[in-house]
């Protein structure tokens, strides 16, 4: 049997980032990756998807992203630099290899997978939220005979053109999908809240720091102006402010229920639509970990990446509840950090 110290499963944006700081000590450890290239979650991304910060403020712990060729990085050039920084610093990782199940063994954890059955004494789990697309419940759903679909599996606006389609959702997600089907379709946003957008002078990395400060206790509510700073603001890229010159960007708050046309507002309008298009976000991916029986209501209790009632598991770039901003490029690092700090004192 081989022993591993640590073994991460996902070999995405917060998997690399606890490799590279493992790395730096003595432990063996092994990444886990069922995918067969480098990227993670972001090759099932959209197509036309662009970050909202720019290279330098995209960047993993150690070796800056190479400068994009626009303001900010499309989503191939990120799945570029993802590839060369597994290369620059040769981790160890198995790839095309699928975690099925979690459990512990004598103190150890089994990890079974599609290829063979890996042992390790702690475990950090690093799988995000892609692969656990969250739709909202709404009356009536099951009789909409239209398309039903999740940004998750979104790739183009080819087989919308010509419809009409609502978009569901307020976040950058939403914003910039709907900026590209409403060039070739009828299209209607409905978000929870009025959208809050960000100064067009403004992206993700003022929006990343004010966040952090805000976090901290060190910044005002409403300290950039007369709105207030969320990880969930949307960015003015180059698409949105198209969208805006051609007066697209206006929401309106959720309807009622289906019906088998479309959708039923607030005020017994009925309205028809050919699909729906969920930008409404992700859970956590921890089905890999239901049979250590520590889940409850979607998560995994935390101190902060680390298990409560498995404390040689972390988890790694699930959402604040894994580190603040640990979902996010930018913020993965301080999170993994700390994390191989304490898997270091445990070990």
């Not at 198995?94 to 890996?118: C, D, H, R, S």
């Not at 409560?308 to 598991?313: H, I, M, W």
């Not at 999170?335 to 070990?347: D, G, M, P, S, W």
Request: net charge positive.
């Amino acid at each position: 049997m081989k022993l591993h110290d640590v073994i991460i499963i996902g070999g995405g944006q917060a998997g690399l980032s606890i490799a590279y700081f493992l790395r730096r000590s003595n432990l063996s450890y092994l990444i886990l990756e069922k995918q067969a290239k480098a990227g993670g979650s972001w090759n099932h991304t959209w197509d036309s998807l662009k970050l909202f910060s720019p290279s330098n403020y995209s960047s993993l712990s150690g070796w800056p992203m190479p400068k994009s060729t626009n303001e900010y990085p499309t989503k191939s050039e990120f799945i570029n630099y993802l590839s060369a920084y597994e290369k620059r610093y040769e981790f160890f990782i198995q790839k095309q290899t699928e975690v099925l199940k979690v459990e512990k063994e004598n103190g150890l954890f089994k990890i079974t997978t599609n290829i063979e059955i890996f042992y390790s004494k702690t475990l950090v789990s690093a799988t995000g939220t892609a692969k656990n697309p969250f739709i909202p419940t709404y009356p009536e759903s099951a009789k909409f005979n239209g398309v039903q679909i999740h940004s998750a599996t979104y790739k183009n606006s080819t087989d919308f053109e010509g419809k009409k389609i609502l978009i569901v959702g307020g976040g950058n997600s939403g914003a910039q999908i709907l900026a590209e089907v409403s060039k070739v379709a009828t299209t209607k946003w409905v978000t929870l809240k009025e959208p809050q957008f960000l100064p067009d002078t403004m992206d993700g990395r003022y929006l990343f720091n004010e966040a952090t400060q805000k976090f901290l206790g060190k910044s005002e509510e409403k300290s950039s102006g007369d709105f207030s700073i969320s990880l969930s603001n949307i960015v003015m890229v180059e698409s949105v402010k198209e969208a805006r010159s051609r007066n697209i960007l206006n929401a309106v708050r959720p309807f009622e229920e289906f019906y088998e046309h479309g959708v039923i507002w607030k005020d017994g309008t009925r309205e028809a639509f050919d699909a729906v298009l969920w930008c409404t976000g992700f859970r956590a991916n921890l089905k890999h970990l239901e049979s250590l029986g520590i889940i409850q209501n979607g998560k995994i209790t935390t101190l902060h990446t680390r298990s409560v009632k498995e404390p040689s598991l972390w988890l790694v770039g699930y959402g604040n509840w894994t580190g603040f901003a640990s979902a996010t490029i930018y913020g993965v690092g301080k999170t993994a950090r700390q994390t191989v700090k304490e898997i270091t004192e445990v070990l």
